[in-house]
């Protein structure tokens, strides 16, 4: 399964950004995805994720700011970035869990917010 992520960009404090992730196969197949990013210098963190059955989980530093969507007939998600601060500034990454293929990750796309 192949994922490709693509939204990010530069964006000034308080503005918004949609990443979007498509993958290869119906993201039915997935049991869980999500977005995960990676601030400069600090590791992989996750921002949110999304269970075959609906249930959505979301950072503490996100909720309220950041909304998971998903498309099936695209076979997409989104993640609806609003009121963005600098410290959301990181590489995301979208990734996807399934029993055939175990984690799958996305190339990242750079999301920088700018002060």
């Known amino acids: 399964v192949q994922l490709q992520a693509s939204g990010g960009g530069l964006v000034q404090a308080g503005g918004s950004l949609r990443l979007s992730c498509v993958a290869s196969?119906?993201?039915?197949?997935?049991?869980?995805m999500g977005w995960f990013r990676q601030p400069p210098g600090k590791q992989h963190e996750l921002v949110a994720t999304?269970?075959?059955?609906?249930?959505?989980n979301y950072a503490d530093s996100v909720k309220g700011r950041f909304t998971f969507a998903r498309d099936n007939n695209k076979n997409a998600i989104y993640l609806q970035m609003n009121s963005l601060r600098p410290e959301d500034t990181a590489v995301y990454y979208c990734?996807?869990?399934?029993?055939?293929?175990?984690?799958?990750w996305g190339p990242g796309t750079q999301v920088t917010v700018s002060s």
């Open positions: 999304v269970t075959t059955g609906g249930s959505t």
């Open positions: 196969r119906s993201i039915s197949s997935f049991t869980l």
């Open positions: 990734a996807a869990l399934s029993k055939s293929d175990g984690i799958r």
